[in-house]
C-alpha cells in the first residue's frame, strides 16, 4: 500500500513502515535502549529526506517517551531539579542546533550534516557497545566474580562555582556541568533526531554522580521537554515534520516495544547485544560508504534551495 | 524450621508484614526470609551503567533490610536471612517459594490506598489457588499493639 508522504515528498510502502517502526521498537524494547538513533538512519535508507526524518524522529521520541516519564513521575524516581538545570541546557542546545541546521540547509550541506555526524556517533556507539558485549561474554565464560568499577567520588566537577543543592539526587555541586551536559544533548537532539539518553545517562552517573535511581527519570524528564522544543523549532522554521510518517513509525514502534519487552524479559539478551552493536557498526557503514562512493546519480535535485 | 517468606520493596505496607512475620516467628520457632527483587531496569544501553545500576540497588535493599534485620534481632530475637533475586517481582517470588523448601508462609502486606491493595497483592491472590503454601495477609494500617495482640 503506496502512501504518499506531504511533507517528506516521497511515496512509501505504509506496511514498511509500520514494519520499520516495529522492528526499531522490538529492538529498544528487548535491549532497553533508545530507538531514535536506530531509526533515524533507516529512514535515510528508504529514501526519507535527512532532514525530515531528524524533525519527524525527535517528534516520535516525545511521543514514546511520555508514558516512560509519568511512570517515573509516580515513582518519584525524577530529581525535577536537576532535571530543569538540564532542561534549560537541553532547550539552548537545540535552538543552537536548529539555528546551525537552518543555517546548512541554506547552504545545501545540511544532509551531509546529518549524515557525518550519525556515521560518527554509530561508529562510537556501536564500536562502545560491540567492546562492552564482548567482554561481558567473556566474563560469562570465566565465569569469574564480576567487579563492578567504583566511580569516583569526587572529580573536577566539584570543584566548579555556582553550586546549588539537588536533593532528590544527594549532591551538592555547581550548575555548569549539567548545563553543559543537557546543551549537548540539546544539540544532539537538533541536528540528529534522538534523545540522547545514551550519553546523557553515563554523563550523569559518572560525571555529576547522580545515584543511578533517579538517573533514567531525569534523563527522560529532560529528552522529552527538549525533543517537544526540537520538533516545534523543526516545524516551524523548517516545515520538516512529516505527521503522516511520525503516526505510522509511532504505532509500529509502540507495538513492537510491548513485544520487544516481552522478550526481553524472558531471555538474557546478553549474547545478542553482541549482534545489535554490529548492526549499528554496519548502519554506519553503509553511511559512511554512501558519502564516499560516487553516487549513481551525480547530481540531484532537491532541497537545496538558496541559490 | 519453618520460614516465613516477606517481600521487601518501598511501599508502606511492607513494614506491618515484616512485623507480623517477625513476631509469628518469635512465637512459633520460626525463621524470617526477606525477598526483595530488583526490577529489571529499562534502560540498558550500556552494560556498565546497567551492572552499577543493579550494585546500587543491591547497596540500598541491603541498608533497607539491615533497619528491619536490626529490629527483629534485638527484638523479637529473629535472624531474618536476606533473598536478592533480580527479575519480575511476580516471577521471583513464586520461584522463591519453589526453590525455598522450607519457606511456609507467605506475607503480604496491603496497602491502605483506595486504589486497592497494592499489585503483588492482586496479582498473588489471584493465582493462590496455585500456590503450594498458604498467603497471609496483613493489612498496612493495623496498629502495632493490636498486630502484638493477635500474633
Known sequence: MQIYLPIAE????????????G??????????????????????FI???????????????????FSGVLAHLKRKTVDLKM????LIGGLVGAALGVLLFNFLKALGQVELLVKLSYVVFLGVVGGLMFIESVNAIRRSRNAGAATVPRRRQRNWVHSLPFKMRFRASGLYISVIPPLLIGLSVGVLAAIMGVGGGFIMVPAMIYLLGMPTKVVVGTSLFQIIFVTAFTTMLHATTNYTVDMALAVLLLIGGVIGAQIGTRIGV???AEQLRVLLAMMVLVVCAKLALELLLQPAELYSLGAAGGH | MRKFLVVLDDSRECLNAMRFAAMRAAKTGGGVEVLAVIPPEEFNHWIG????????????????FEVFAKWMRDKQNVDPKLVIREGDPMTE?????RDDSAIGVLVLGAGVDKKGPGPLVTELTRSSGSLSIPITIVPGDMSRERLEAIT
Open chain 1, 266 to 268: 524472558h531471555m538474557k
Open chain 2, 93 to 97: 517470588i513464586l520461584a522463591q517459594i
Open chain 1, 23 to 44: 522492528i526499531v521498537g522490538i529492538l529498544s524494547g528487548m535491549f532497553g535502549v533508545g530507538g531514535g538513533f536506530l531509526m533515524t538512519p533507516l529512514l535515510f
Open chain 1, 47 to 65: 529514501g526519507i529526506p535527512p532532514a525530515v526524518a531528524v524533525a519527524t524522529e525527535a517528534n516520535q521520541i516525545v511521543a514514546s517517551s
Open chain 1, 83 to 86: 532535571g530543569t538545570v538540564l
Open chain 1, 10 to 21: 516521497v511515496s512509501v510502502n505504509a506496511f514498511l513502515l509500520l514494519g520499520l517502526g
Open chain 2, 49 to 64: 551503567v546497567g551492572d552499577l545500576m543493579r550494585e546500587e540497588a543491591r547497596e540500598r535493599i541491603e541498608a533497607h
